[in-house]
Antibody, heavy 122, light 112 residues
Framework: EVQLVQSGAEVKKPGESLKISCKGS????????IGWVRQMPGKGLEWVGIIHPGDSDTRYNASFEGQVTISADKSISTAYLQWSSLQASDTAIYYCARFKAVANTAYGMDVWGQGTTVTVSS | DIVMTQSPDSLAVSLGERATINCKSS????????????LAWYQQNPGQPPKLLIY???TRESGVPDRFSGSGSGTDFTLTISSLQAEDVAVYHCHQYYTTPGTFGQGTRLEI
């Protein structure tokens, strides 16, 4: 079964750092892009950025660039999203999702993780 | 960035009736090299991650019931549920993946 399993919920204080993870299984992790999507409480979906684990090619939404870092370790089929200094406005659910793109044809985000809830509060 | 605008924001439909959700992009998402619209629709149930329903604007993902259909090209797209079932109550999102960053509509809440 193809799946993405994310790390558990986090409660942090403003200014703290955080790294959440997304582990893929059931497919060739290095062959597909992994995207991160933010959903703030009661709001819609926002595309944070995307990484290709095979070569670590990474693209960010300009709205998030400099605020987060996306990385991946293909040897353990895991992608990461990290913050060096959290703010209350980072409180949200963060989803990872496989972005299916094969032979220069893109299909969309076909497999999603269960989501990681990040709460930042003093 | 491409702006995606869905309408309506919320919709109430009776069981067995048709539901129609619209999505408009601020520029074309038609990829000329393969003539495919890079537009997807997702269903999100409360407390759950989104689920891919439709890609290329009109191709159903494997396992998605045929009462779900997508149509449109260029900048105007529609998701139709032909006969609403109770389990279809959810929020529906459109998503363009023609450019980076990908962008989503604001979501449409579908109720009975």
């Amino acid at each position: 079964e193809v799946q993405l399993v994310q790390s558990g919920a986090e409660v942090k204080k403003p200014g703290e750092s955080l790294k959440i993870s997304c582990k893929g299984s059931g497919y060739s992790f290095s062959s597909y892009w992994i995207g991160w999507v933010r959903q703030m409480p009661g709001k819609g979906l926002e595309w944070v950025g995307i990484i290709h684990p095979g070569d670590s090619d990474t693209r960010y939404n300009a709205s998030f660039e400099g605020q987060v870092t996306i990385s991946a370790d293909k040897s353990i089929s895991t992608a990461y999203l990290q913050w060096s200094s959290l703010q209350a406005s980072d409180t949200a659910i963060y989803y990872c999702a496989r972005f299916k793109a094969v032979a220069n044809t893109a299909y969309g985000m076909d497999v999603w993780g269960q989501g990681t809830t990040v709460t930042v509060s003093s | 960035d491409i702006v995606m605008t869905q309408s309506p924001d919320s919709l109430a439909v009776s069981l067995g009736e048709r539901a129609t959700i619209n999505c408009k992009s601020s520029q074309s998402v038609l990829y000329s090299s393969n003539n495919k619209n890079y537009l997807a629709w997702y269903q999100q149930n409360p407390g759950q991650p989104p689920k891919l329903l439709i890609y290329w604007a009109s191709t159903r993902e494997s396992g998605v019931p045929d009462r779900f259909s997508g149509s449109g090209s260029g900048t105007d797209f529609t998701l139709t549920i032909s006969s609403l079932q109770a389990e279809d109550v959810a929020v529906y999102h459109c998503h363009q993946y023609y450019t980076t960053p990908g962008t989503f509509g604001q979501g449409t809440r579908l109720e009975i």
